[in-house]
């Protein structure tokens, strides 16, 4: 792709003074992560991707209904067991999920609190010519329903960016600025709901939790703006010491729970011991609000994605103008159950083994299945049952965008690479209130946050190491 003349001026200018300029303005932001222990600046890019605001704005459109099709199809009960169940011989998880959802999903006067990142790439028929930032459009990659992270960090890099912008390209402008503020209102709303003074936000994190410092900014805003108090514990941590009360609230070190907040708990493994999952079962019936509750966890497994491009689903529970427009942020998805119809889908990705990608019902990055080893996957599966837990989606091509990167390291100065071509994945933080009557009170789109990864890499996740953080600019 060809820059333009004033994009490539910042990107040739740059040396290790602005390295040392981006590490330290995230630093003293609080962006940074864990390693073993040890702050470390975020990795980062050196200039936000530029979008389409008319492709952007399409996609932001789309959010509320998207986010309206999630909720009330998650009250479905034949529709959620109707997806779950052929699954659950081969996925213990969705099993496990499946039998608290049966034994809670009709409990009343429960409170809705919905932190979503819906995450997009900008598909485009070709993505290194001049045009590709205008020819295509955003498509789903996967809905995040449970444990979406980077909230606060993402806050720090567009703040970065937006100096950056301010500075060298002032002609050009970023959609929101404060994407944590919407989000942090929506816990606003349902801690009211709940209405017990003095009740807590517990954040239910990993042992070896590296997102600290973006936990940290939810925690300052959500006590600096509404007064709410936090606390952090492990799981298992909460498994020990959480007491249930007679009337069903839960209390954990002399504190009411009002909200749980799962930054743990979407993979299999981490549910080690049957106390694990006798634990998520009484949270769930407990009047506390859950992020995610057992609905919004069932749908996160992403079966989902694909059953909800079945012939009438959408259009049970969306208007047509609005299924119409979800519709057209999908990407193409088949299922793979054993069959002729699992065998069709499972033949385009033979005939085009570079147009497709298999998919596990899995949370964090790498789980992704490419190319030959796509098909040597599918050859082993081919009449087995395990092939239900499994989905193929159409192979998304991101613009290539010439971009460089500031590394840190613990306790090392930062680096700045040489230029070279990127892709970028487009997540969309949403919140969505219910109260338990079902009225939705918030439906809204917080703001975006950009991961972005080399172009030669098929996976970026920034969890393992590939992805780096960004945020967007408007290319128009």
Known sequence: MKLDEDRDRVLKSADQGTADQYQRFLCNKGGCFLTQGIPRAINVTLLPTPVSESAYNHLVNAQEPLNKLIELSSRDVAFVTRTIEPCTKVDYLAKRLLDIYKLCVLDENQITLGMYRHDYMFHSPNPTGDDALHNGAFKMVEANLMSAA?????????????????????????????????????????????????????????????NWFDQQKMIDTMWDDYGIISMKMTYEEFMEEGELSSDNRYYVRGKEIAIFYFRSMWNEDHYKTEKHWETRLKIERSKAVKVPNIRHQCINLKYFQQAFLNKGVMEKYLTEGESKLVKSVFAELYQLAPGAEGDKAAQLAFDDPRGWVLKPSREGGGNNIWEEEMLEKLTQLHDSDEREAFVLMQRLNAPHVPNRVVRSGPNERAKLSETFDTTAELGLFCVYVADSQEKVLVNEVAGPLIRTKPAANNEGGIAIGIGVMDSVVFAD
């Open 150 to 210: 980077l909230l606060g960090t993402g806050t720090h890099v567009m703040e970065l960016h937006n100096q950056v912008l301010a500075r060298e390209l002032p002609e050009r402008k970023q959609p929101y600025k404060k994407t944590l503020v919407p989000m942090v209102r929506g816990i606003a709303s349902a801690w009211g709901l709940y209405d017990r003074p003095g009740s807590v936000f517990l954040f239910l994190v990993a042992p070896d939790d590296f």
